[in-house]
């Protein structure tokens, strides 16, 4: 039966390690979810494409023996996600955040936001019904602090906002 697994690489070989995957193992699919943010450079803002979990490749496979002794030599893999068992397949609700962050395998888009009452509000984007996971909201930097569970552990991402208004 085919499950979601992480596979934890060097940071920056994500994509090279997903290739990788797909060449060796034909029938596996795969993400490496991307944002788009803003950040400033020589007083400028540029839109740049960032990964969302840095260092973490997502596949959907059925990890039997064959296939793990064909993940094992990947270049950059550090080891699959799992516990003192081995590898651990990710849990449904966990995978199904990250599947929607991931979207269509574009990069997450910019969402917009605003403030009412004291509580943020997503107007659109992939943050829209996540707002209780918000945990804090830079503005000025275009970014809000997101905690997402992943293999049972919390993890904080930081995802592209505009705050369109303040109420």
Known sequence: MSNWYVLHVRTGEETDALTVVRKS???ARGIVPQKTMREKRNGDWKTVIRTIFPGYVFIYLELDTPSYYKIKPIPGLIRILGNENGPSPVQEDEMQIVLRLAGDGDPLGISE???????VKVKSGALKGLEGQIIKVDARRYRAKVNISLMGEPRIVELGINVIEKI
């Open 25 to 27: 193992l034909p029938q």
């Open 113 to 119: 936001i605003y403030f009412e009452g004291g509580r």
